[in-house]
């Protein structure tokens, strides 16, 4: 390791070459991936995925979940590779469709925690219809959206996400589509527990998203990250140390967002961090059809 | 159970319940839309499932989902529709995962006539997904027939791990006919059994008969299904020792048990140099075109075809040997006679097509057995 790596970590030469020799063993969080096959994940280095990785399973883990009862179901994209390295009932599908092949497995399984994982493109974009009729329908199934303003695993095109004026490589001079507010559309749509935060705020992350699974409708998760491969080249933000470092400065929580005046509310450009939204009002989908339906029918 | 009239729609949808299918998921179309509202209205009795999702693309995926989650599951469509099902029809073969689409075929391309009736899916329901890829796909000619074939479709998802495609028709579906529906109870259908414990269990594994048992999610097996290329734990992989085998297998499985997928009906004549090959709503019009030529005393083979997807070489070459000629009736511009022409030449082959919505008629079939 070179040593303004080991500065910038506050390491010593020895402590960053020998790990502890049950490194793997005593983090509960590396019990729940694979080990049957194939690291490191097809990320680069310096993505944000793994912070969202580790989020994600250290949420399940707090809840107690059996991994047996836990299914991830993903679609297309960097975001949608997440479920093949952890260890749980993996679905990995086609693009835009986590939600639509989530919601067949939710049906047939009520009693299991389905978790979609996407991202921007692949759930508003491609995936746009499905998730505006599971947030409707109110199943219970978690949306994980990563949004990173970007195309990635296809080299940088805009997305619903990007933002105006931001350049990439199909929006060679500058982006002229505004962009989607993904927690706002799962609210209108009827979202019962929306929640954001960033990849910097990655203990966050960990509470919204073992709210959202134990959640029993449709919950959405928005764990803003950023591409320094490609959005960040393109755009000259820096490093992946710098988008995240960005991440840090340019968000705001939610609880000091609401203590602004409207107009300073109205100026704001920063990333709410928070709950937006939750309702305990509203039944679940496979819920209302076996109270609704099944119970109701006389069998045959 | 007593005799009923009924639509062929309704027989799929009741076929479908008799096989074990619990979950329906699909989208309003015509002519298909019978089979959905008929399994809204008698899953919930046998403790099924229905949901309407947003659009095809929606169905087909949540079928999958449903059947990966332990539940055999069916959707039904028509030509727009079956063409947005396509990308998931191949994730469902690539994947193994059993399940049965119904295409209730009306007059394409496009929205063309949606309550005219058609054939024109042969080749939609073979190639319409990207890349090589097994599926079956079977034609019923009658109402009962419908019923028997669905019962049928299932089956053989379970069996072969593999999307079943109802080619059916907007005659088929909407013609009422008297049918005696055998007791449910009766009803058999291929149960996976798997002997490994789940540290030891691999999805897509080679075996004796190219079909590796599948187990649902969430019953201690835990392991990865993806669309893209695969090991044998459903890993993906770039290596070609472990692709090849794998491709090797899935796309010869059908192949390797191609007596039992083959379903035809041969109704020969001795001496008869003449042979009329036709499937679905066609076969009506090739029936009476036949039972007319031998009330006067021609000699006439008859091949109905149920299966069309494997195509049904073996028997169709051995038609092709006994007679002169072949005539195929069918409502599109020559789809299955492509297949025909493949196996016997196209010397022997007289096409007999009609793609306007009006069916074939006896008298267009007869007229092409005088010279």
Known sequence: MTDHILEAHTLEQDEALIPPSNWFERSETLQKLRKNKKFPTIWCAGCGLGVVMGALIRAIDHLGLKNDDVALVAGIGCTARMPVYMDFNTLHTTHGRALAFATGLKIARPDMKVIAIMGDGDALAIGGNHFIHAARRNIGITALVVNNSIYGMTGGQYSPTTPVGKVATTAPYGNVEPPFPICELAIAAGATYVARSTVYHALELDKFLAEAIAQEGFSVVEAVSYCHTTYGRLNRLGTAADMMRALKDNSIAKNAYDKLSPDEQKVNTKIVRGILHQDHTRMEYTRMYEQQILTRVQSV | ?371
């Open chain 2, 1 to 371: 159970m007593a005799i009923r009239l009924m639509q062929g729609n309704e027989a799929i949808a009741l076929g479908a319940i008799a096989a074990g299918c619990r979950f329906y998921a699909g989208y309003p179309i015509t002519p298909s839309t019978e089979v959905a509202e008929v399994m809204s209205r008698e899953l919930p009795k046998y403790g099924g499932k229905f949901i309407q999702m947003e659009d095809e693309i929606a169905s087909m995926a949540a079928i999958i989902g449903g059947r990966v989650g332990g539940l055999k599951s069916m959707t039904a469509t028509s030509g727009p529709g079956f063409s947005l099902m396509q990308e998931n029809i191949g994730y469902a073969a690539i994947t193994e995962i059993p399940c049965v689409v119904v295409d209730v075929q009306r007059l394409g391309p496009s929205t063309g006539q949606p309550t005219a009736a058609s054939q024109g899916d042969v080749m939609q329901a073979r190639w319409g997904t990207h890349g090589d890829h097994p599926i079956i796909a079977l034609a019923p000619i009658s109402v009962r027939q419908a019923f028997d074939l669905t019962v049928k479709a299932f089956d053989f998802s379970e069996r072969y791990r593999t999307p079943v495609i109802l080619l059916t028709d907007e005659i088929i579906g909407h013609m009422r006919e008297p049918v005696e529906l055998p007791d449910f109870s009766t009803i058999k259908i291929y149960e996976h059994e798997v002997k490994e414990p789940p540290e030891e269990y691999k999805a897509f594994r080679n075996t004796e008969d190219s079909v590796p048992p599948l187990v649902p999610f969430g019953k201690g097996y835990r392991y990865h299904i993806t669309g893209l290329l695969h090991d044998e734990i459903g890993f993906p992989t770039q290596r070609l020792d472990e692709i090849d085998p794998w491709l090797k297998r899935v796309n010869e499985k059908l192949e390797k048990h191609i007596d039992e997928i083959v379903l035809v009906e041969e109704d020969y004549q001795d001496g008869a140099r003449i042979a009329v090959l036709s499937y679905g709503c066609s076969a009506r019009t090739a029936r009476h075109a036949v039972k007319v030529a031998r009330s006067q005393g021609k000699k006439v083979n008859l091949l109905t075809l149920l299966t069309i997807w494997p195509f049904p070489e073996k028997q169709v070459e051995a038609l092709g040997e006994k007679v002169d000629r072949v005539i195929v009736p069918e409502m599109n511009l020559g789809q299955l006679a492509y297949e025909v022409e493949r196996v016997i030449g196209r010397k022997k082959v007289i096409r007999v097509t009609r793609a306007n919505g009006e069916m074939v008629t006896p008298q267009m079939v007869l007229e092409r057995m005088e010279g």
